[in-house]
């Protein structure tokens, strides 16, 4: 597989391959028409013991424990709902780009290489960068929002064609088969979306300069990308790239170590690929993602719940088990 090299990380090269054209609907569009809601808590909790044994596992405790047998039967909505609590505001702060220009003149760069490391730790170019990072991160909100109305717009055409009369069975076929179309019509819209935010990504990763790197207005726009780009590959269910953009994500402020949720999905994400190494009987790697995934179970428990409720200890309960099993003998 090829690789392509973000200036701090690697990621693999067929994400760049999931943005074709890009979408551009007629209408105006609006980044608020598709911030994420602050009241959409939708998380499930872990059910709680009645009595000193956990209780049948279901929802979030049946995802992160037990056989990798029928692990891709879970509910769909698990992962579609990747930071349904974060809040995000309809822009970020611009930063006065105004500069006295005596010193500007044509671009010499080209004649003289080697002063291409001023340019890139210049403000005016760093902030040139994060306008266009802004600008993709935009583009890749309105292009999700171009993807629902084309969901809906399936649902209004094909839902004309149903079949009206006793003919039930053919009435279900009919809406599963609406379903399909609506979330095809999503998914296309998502690849473009996915595509800009990487875009996005590495426009910010391309920044050198301090100031513009320490400041409120990149460090919320860097966190917002993030956060977008991890929310559209869960429901495009490519847990895989998420992994290192989670780990950066929880760098970025000290505060950040302090989001459940950003726990949660790093377990989601190591419980996938515990799995994946289960089913190539790659036993240490299993054991190694299984330790990692426990461990941020931890902490979202925590941050979420507690240390003294309820919650935390079923989930710790679940995770002393899960440890158990995996030195049991023959493991």
Known sequence: ?????????????????????????????????????????????????????????????????????????????????????????????????????????????????ELKILDDVSSESSLKRMESARRQYTEALHTLRAGEVAALSEKEKRSAHKISGGEEWRADELDERILRHMESARARHRAQAIGRLVKSIQLLDSIQNPSVLASDPYLDLKAKVYRQYVKQQFKSRNLQYCVEILEAYLKIRPQHQEEAEAHRLLAACYRHQEVLSERMQDRPSSRDFKSKKNNHLMKYALLAYGKDSPEYNAIERNVQRDLIETYAPGK
């Open 1 to 113: 597989m090829t690789w392509c090299r973000f200036p701090i990380r690697l990621i693999p090269a067929a994400i760049f391959f999931l943005a074709p054209a890009i979408f551009a609907p007629d209408a105006p569009l609006h980044a608020e028409d598709f911030a994420e809601d602050a009241d959409a808590r939708v998380r499930v909790k872990p059910t709680l013991a009645q009595a000193d044994t956990p209780a049948p596992q279901s929802g979030e405790e049946g995802y992160f424990f037990g056989s990798s047998e029928g692990f891709e039967k879970k509910p769909d909505t698990f992962l579609d709902n990747a930071f349904a609590d974060q809040s995000e505001s309809s822009g970020i702060n611009e930063e006065n780009t105004n500069q006295d220009g005596k010193w500007l003149d044509e671009d010499i760069s080209p004649l003289f290489p």
